[in-house]
């Protein structure tokens, strides 16, 4: 099982790290809008493929069961934060969308207490939920030549946090009514709805080239509809609270890929792509401690805390 638990883990790592990496490449070409309408379209009908195969008709019978509250999934925690990290990293590193996205767990202990009255909002967690806001400042304020559109960027990403903390909490009631990949398939294609009429208004004003296409498809499927499928055999093996440690595993590995992998290949050398700055250590060091405090992650309790996904 400590296998199992180390390799799920670490893949999920390894693809969800790529995926900021995947969207700063094609967002070059695509426009933030469109970009995740395919994502999320592709994926879901992969998706809802992989239940029907499973399941056949009874498959099809839990999509339609997860109706209105899939839809409303989608839109909380696919469409409106994948559209705002996409279109703040038309404006930051992919490194540091990552460390801001990394505060989804504080906003999770921030908002449990309003929306479930039998949780409280202790003093350990407050002081976590302010040791990594203080972070988020860090990260928005310290580094070299900010201007205004780097910290409008790092907004987004942290405001795509709170989307995804709330969709969280969500997901964590209809669990209990859906299985997990009929309900990431119903999220998928409802997120793809509401966020057509959008898409349709930002299309590509040129043909995109091969590596935005690739990254596209990279993020598509490895790191939507693979991610989905591992994400829920973690947590029904190892369970929610120590599936959740993946997001301290996230943001080191999204600063690697982009300092290392976008670097321009000159004389066989690979030169630093994304530079990785003390604000951005700092900011993540405060952030990550922060999420170790305010959500008790690490004591293994048994709560569910949403994962953000790029």
Do not use: C
């Given at each position: 099982?400590?296998?199992?638990?180390?390799?799920?883990?670490g893949s999920l790592a390894a693809i969800?790290?790529?995926?900021?990496?995947?969207?700063?490449?094609?967002?070059?070409?695509?426009?933030?809008?469109?970009?995740?309408?395919?994502?999320?379209?592709?994926?879901?009908?992969?998706?809802?493929?992989?239940?029907?195969?499973?399941?056949?008709?009874?498959?099809?019978?839990?999509?339609?069961?997860?109706?209105?509250?899939?839809?409303?999934?989608?839109?909380?925690?696919?469409?409106?934060?994948?559209?705002?990290?996409?279109?703040?990293?038309?404006?930051?590193?992919?490194?540091?969308?990552?460390?801001?996205?990394?505060?989804?767990?504080?906003?999770?202990?921030?908002?449990?207490?309003?929306?479930?009255?039998e949780e409280r909002l202790s003093r350990?967690?407050?002081?976590?939920?302010?040791?990594?806001?203080?972070?988020?400042?860090?990260?928005?304020?310290?580094?070299?030549?900010?201007?205004?559109?780097?910290?409008?960027?790092?907004?987004?990403?942290?405001?795509?946090?709170?989307?995804?903390?709330?969709?969280?909490?969500?997901?964590?009631?209809?669990?209990?009514?859906?299985?997990?990949?009929?309900?990431?398939?119903?999220?998928?294609?409802?997120?793809?709805?509401?966020?057509?009429?959008?898409?349709?208004?930002?299309?590509?004003?040129?043909?995109?080239?091969?590596?935005?296409?690739?990254?596209?498809?990279?993020?598509?499927?490895?790191?939507?509809?693979?991610?989905?499928?591992?994400?829920?055999?973690?947590?029904?093996?190892?369970?929610?609270?120590?599936?959740?440690?993946?997001?301290?595993?996230?943001?080191?590995?999204?600063?690697?890929?982009?300092?290392?992998?976008?670097?321009?290949?000159?004389?066989?050398?690979?030169?630093?792509?994304?530079?990785?700055?003390?604000?951005?250590?700092?900011?993540?060091?405060?952030?990550?401690?922060?999420?170790?405090?305010?959500?008790?992650?690490?004591?293994?309790?048994?709560?569910?805390?949403?994962?953000?996904?790029?």
């Open positions: 099982m400590t296998r199992s638990y180390a390799f799920l883990i969800w790290g790529a995926s900021y990496l995947f969207i700063k490449v094609a967002v070059r070409d695509f426009p933030p809008a469109s970009m995740i309408e395919i994502r999320l379209l592709v994926a879901g009908l992969l998706l809802t493929g992989f239940v029907v195969l499973q399941n056949g008709r009874a498959g099809l019978r839990e999509l339609r069961a997860a109706g209105l509250a899939g839809f409303a999934l989608g839109v909380v925690n696919g469409a409106i934060p994948f559209t705002l990290i996409a279109w703040g990293e038309k404006h930051i590193d992919s490194g540091i969308a990552a460390v801001a996205n990394a505060t989804v767990p504080l906003f999770n202990a921030m908002l449990v207490p309003w929306l479930l009255p350990r967690r407050f002081g976590g939920v302010l040791l990594g806001l203080v972070g988020v400042s860090v990260l928005a304020f310290a580094q070299p030549n900010v201007s205004w559109w780097f910290v409008a960027g790092t907004m987004a990403v942290v405001v795509a946090s709170v989307s995804y903390a709330l969709g969280g909490i969500f997901a964590q009631h209809r669990l209990g009514n859906t299985r997990g990949p009929a309900l990431a398939a119903a999220a998928m294609l409802g997120g793809a709805v509401a966020l057509l009429p959008f898409a349709l208004v930002d299309l590509p004003t040129h043909a995109p080239g091969w590596k935005s296409i690739g990254s596209l498809a990279g993020l598509t499927l490895a790191g939507t509809a693979l991610a989905q499928l591992i994400l829920y055999r973690a947590i029904r093996l190892h369970g929610s609270a120590r599936t959740s440690l993946v997001t301290y595993l996230m943001p080191p590995v999204a600063l690697f890929y982009g300092a290392v992998l976008l670097g321009e290949p000159i004389y066989g050398a690979v030169l630093l792509g994304e530079p990785i700055t003390a604000a951005s250590l700092g900011g993540l060091a405060l952030i990550l401690l922060g999420v170790a405090l305010g959500s008790e992650a690490l004591r293994f309790v048994r709560r569910t805390t949403p994962i953000p996904e790029a």
